[in-house]
């Protein structure tokens, strides 16, 4: 019973990030932050490679957002889990990011401090 209990589990959290994908690609990023939220909250822990992936959708839900802090605070923690993991596709999707903030880093300190360990890590990746 406990098996179909984490495996429904999963598939809840699985459907509320393919819900805040759709509502980012609908411009609704808060309602996309909320769905997101509760989708990693349900995530198995086991799933990190998985957490990644959702962890730079919000990265980009919170950019699309223009909460630079949240954006960089998931986009870190998700480049430091691809890198944990060796998840190419997650650092792949944390390369697709870096252009995107690149253009608030003037005036915003840690949006230019997570570019500079971005490019210092993912240049071992």
Known sequence: ???ETERSANITADLQVDAGRCWLDLGRPALA???L???LTLLDP???RT???FQVVQADSALRDHDLERAVSHAHTALETALVTGASRCTD???TL???LAAHANGAPHVAAFLDTA???LQTA
């Open 46 to 48: 086991a799933r990190s």
């Open 98 to 100: 870096i252009p995107r």
């Open 51 to 53: 957490r990644a992936v």
């Open 37 to 39: 939220d509760e989708g």
């Open 33 to 35: 932050t909320r769905a």
């Open 119 to 121: 490019e210092q890590r």
């Open 1 to 3: 019973m406990l098996r």
């Open 93 to 95: 999707l944390v390369r």
